[in-house]
């Protein structure tokens, strides 16, 4: 698949990418070439092996161009990744959520700039957490079904 780089120009290493569609991967290279490689190097380093699922690439480039990371100085190239390879621990799935909830979680992954999926995971991962400090900080009044009678 391909994925947008932003390259920006640099002193040593030469060139500097942000990938949009991984924002916690940046990457560096004294060429084009060597940046390309070492992002789909960083991709599947990051992604191979972990519960986290590679999000879809952003194509649109009126999307790219309105990001925050174009900020008028680099230009926008795509590289390969060979996802045939990799490996994952996430289980795709399928959810209906009423479109405002929908709408509120791109605007907080897009504040983010992280992907709904990431968002979601994030946000699961943190009600677990949470769930647990509650769950350790009350105890119950009641402990069985029998005192409750």
């Known amino acids: 698949m391909k ?6 120009r640099h002193g040593n290493p030469r060139y ?25 190097q960083q991709v599947m380093a ?7 699922l590679v999000p879809p690439p952003t194509t649109d480039m ?10 008028g100085d680099g230009i ?3 590289f390969d990744i060979d ?13 209906c959520l009423p479109k405002c909830i929908v709408r509120d979680i791109d605007l ?10 990431a968002f979601v995971s994030m946000a699961c991962a943190n009600a677990d957490q949470s769930a647990q ?10 402990k069985s079904l029998s005192e409750a009678a």
Request: charge should be negative; include cysteine.
């Open 133 to 142: 400090h509650v769950a350790v900080r009350s105890e119950p009044t009641v």
């Open 46 to 52: 990051c992604y191979d092996r972990s519960a986290r």
């Open 108 to 117: 907080k992954a897009s504040a983010l700039h992280t992907t709904r999926d």
């Open 83 to 95: 996802l045939t390879g990799m490996t994952s621990s996430s289980v795709r799935i399928e959810l």
């Open 16 to 40: 500097r990418g942000a990938l949009p569609d991984f924002p916690e991967i940046d990457v560096a290279g004294d060429s084009y070439d060597e940046l390309l490689v070492a992002a789909a």
């Open 3 to 8: 994925y947008p780089v932003y390259i920006t």
């Open 62 to 71: 009126s999307i790219l161009q309105a990001s925050d990371i174009d900020v």
């Open 76 to 78: 926008w190239r795509f």
